[in-house]
Every structure is written in structure tokens, then in C-alpha cells.
């Protein structure tokens, strides 16, 4: 672990030995990064010098930020970084692997497993001559009803004939899993929509992972999820994949950069600088 004032040889990227001194202010920009992931801010927190120190001119953001992404780069804060997350990770009882793989769950975890909204067929949608169609059970309760109606208009009608017959209407067969029906003259295709929140019991690793409980709301209930876009972008960082600093080599893009920072400090929007642009071609009688 390294300590403040720490002294460690590297070779540096032209082949020669250089001295890499970890410093308080090192340690304090580092142990701010750690907590913002913010370079710029952290340099900005540390204790560094924010203006030149001959003209007492505060430095730009460019430079600051250049400033920070440099110290963060230098070995001896990647290697203080590293130590501290492992010391963390340690004190917290993770160890890297379990962590891993928790992440790799959370990324991966396919969100319809905690809740879906699913379309389903309407009463219409695949009942005979699209009529309205009830379940098997629906069916027995009606004819039951429609049975006690017409013994009770016999008993309040004797010998008479009761010319009505039980409306069978869609027929039996109900399913709102079944997928609407485009030829249904009801919804013309578009179901009925249902939300559905899933068993928590059934969950896969992946959906456990990705699980954070259930919440009341005014609206009703809500599933929450820990965000796979942090899983992501963590398990991006860990591998590497993506770094803070973009190296700029096109001389071009560099003096496009160096002007617009100039201009920035000098207060000049983006608007004036294209009203200015289209005056001058103007001007000189050229098409934009
Ligand atoms: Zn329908």
C-alpha cells in the first residue's frame, strides 16, 4: 500500500528511469477521484494551484482538466487507486470474482423477468362469427342462471311456452393469452394489454441480481430494478474498454479545440459564431 511521500521507480515511455513521487496532494487528488470519478473536480478539491503562478492568471478548465487526467494516468496514482479499491473491496467482504459476476448478472438480466405487459386476445377476437366468448366456467354459471329464470317464468306461466333459448353468443374457449385476432371486427387487432409483475419466487440469478424489492406507490406497484446501465459501465471500466482521456493527434481538431476554448472563455455562443460565419460568407458572395 502506498503511503504519501512513497518513492517508486517506472520506466517512462522514451526508454528513460524516472521518479514517480506520490505526494499529500497526489493522495488527496486520488482519494477525491475515488469518491467523484470526477478527475477535473478532484483537481480542482486536492489543493493544486488553480492559477499561473507568475501572472496569477487562473488556469482554464482545458488545462485543469489536462492537469488532472495527467496525474490520474501517472503510475504510482493508478497503483494508490488500485490498493485503496482492494482495500475497500476487503473491508466491505467482496472479493473480486463474486463482485464480477454479480455485475456480469446485473448487466446481463433480461428486465421481462421481473414485469411484462403483454398484449392479449380480446372477447371478441376468436369467438364464433366474433361474438363475445367466455370461459368454460363463465358458460356453466350463465346456463345455470338462464336455467332457474325459465323455471321461474313456468312457475309464474303455467301452460305457457317460454320461446326463448340459452344465447351460447362466442362460444366456450376464452384465453387472454391467446394473441388478438387482425380480422376482429372488436379491437381490429389490437388486444387488450396487461401488466404483468412476475414471481419473485421463479427468479433466474440474472433476475435476482437485477431485483431490488417492491415499492407501494399512489400509482400502485412498482418493481425495482438496480440500474444495469451502472453494471455496464462498470464492468466497461473494469476491462478497460473505455478511458477518461481521448488522445487528440489531429492537428486540425486540436487548433478547432484551442479556438473554441477561446471563444468559450471569451463568452461567444455557438449562434454568434454561426451568425458571424454566414455575415462573412455573405460578404464575400459565396453560398453557405
Ligand atoms: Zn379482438
Redesign the pocket.
Known amino acids: 500500500m502506498l503511503k504519501p511521500g512513497d518513492e517508486f521507480p517506472y520506466k517512462a515511455r522514451n526508454g528513460k528511469d524516472r521518479i514517480d513521487v506520490f505526494t499529500q496532494l497526489r493522495k488527496n487528488f486520488c482519494d477525491l477521484w475515488i469518491d467523484s470519478q470526477n478527475a477535473t473536480d478532484a483537481f480542482r478539491k486536492a489543493g493544486y494551484s488553480l492559477v499561473n503562478k507568475k501572472t496569477g492568471i487562473p488556469h482554464s478548465d482545458a488545462y485543469v482538466r489536462s492537469e488532472a487526467l495527467k496525474t490520474l494516468k501517472y503510475p504510482a496514482s493508478q497503483q494508490y487507486i488500485e490498493d485503496r479499491y482492494a482495500e475497500m473491496a476487503k473491508q466491505a467482504g467482496y472479493d473480486a470474482q463474486a463482485t464480477l459476476s454479480l455485475l456480469k448478472s446485473q448487466a446481463n438480466a433480461d428486465p421481462r423477468e421481473l414485469s411484462e405487459h403483454v398484449i392479449g ?5 376468436w369467438g364464433e362469427n366474433n361474438r363475445y366468448q367466455r370461459t368454460q366456467n363463465e358458460i356453466l354459471i350463465a346456463r345455470e342462471k338462464f336455467e332457474k329464470e325459465l323455471n321461474d317464468w313456468i312457475t309464474e306461466h303455467p301452460g305457457k311456452t317460454y320461446d326463448k333459448e340459452f344465447d351460447i353468443m362466442g362460444g366456450i374457449g376464452f384465453d387472454p393469452r391467446k394473441r ?2 387482425p380480422e ?9 394489454g396487461r401488466t404483468i409483475i412476475k414471481d419473485t419466487r421463479d427468479l433466474s440469478p440474472e433476475g435476482l441480481a437485477l431485483y431490488a424489492g417492491i415499492k407501494q406507490t399512489k400509482d400502485g406497484i412498482e418493481v425495482k430494478t438496480n440500474s444495469q446501465d451502472a453494471a455496464r459501465l462498470n464492468l466497461i471500466k473494469h476491462f478497460g474498454l473505455i478511458t477518461d482521456r481521448i488522445e487528440i493527434s489531429d492537428p486540425l481538431v486540436k487548433d478547432l479545440l484551442a479556438m473554441a476554448e477561446c471563444l468559450k472563455r471569451q463568452g461567444v455562443s455557438v449562434e454568434q459564431v454561426d451568425k458571424a460565419y454566414e455575415e462573412f460568407m455573405n460578404s464575400k458572395g459565396l453560398v453557405k
Not at 376482429?184 to 387488450?192: D, I, L, S, V
Open positions: 386476445a380480446c372477447r371478441y377476437c388478438p385476432n376482429c371486427c372488436e379491437c381490429w387487432g389490437y388486444g387488450k
